[in-house]
């Protein structure tokens, strides 16, 4: 999974023509919007909504950041901000992550 966060956003970085900016070395905002299988309990109606059971959230930002380290920025540490939702995948993708990475102007 590391593995493959890592080579998505090398590519997005590529796609954008932000290679010459990134990693970036100082203060940035990290929003990830995680996209989660529905359990078969759960309704299509309920889809959605924020999950509120397993998978915690700062478990999955915590390897999301790690994933990220020495292609985004060089240190997690320079995370200032993150933002982090979790909601059962409502798209033709399937389960995943969204990920925005900027410099922080707090």
Not at 10 to 17: D, L, T, V, Y
Not at 71 to 83: E, F, K, M, N, R
Request: charge should be negative; hydrophobic fraction near 40%.
């Amino acid at each position: 999974w590391r593995r493959d966060i890592g080579w998505a956003a090398r590519e997005a970085i590529i796609r954008q023509g932000m290679a010459s900016c990134w990693p970036s070395r100082g203060a940035v905002s990290v929003e990830a919007s995680f996209r989660l299988e529905r359990p078969i309990g759960v309704s299509r109606e309920r889809r959605p909504f924020p999950i509120v059971r397993k998978n915690d959230a700062d478990k999955l930002l915590r390897a999301l950041l790690d994933a990220l380290t020495g292609i985004a920025y060089l240190d997690d540490g320079q995370v200032c901000h993150s933002l982090v939702t979790r909601l059962y995948d409502d798209s033709d993708d399937g389960p995943g992550v969204d990920v925005r990475v900027e410099e922080f102007e707090g």
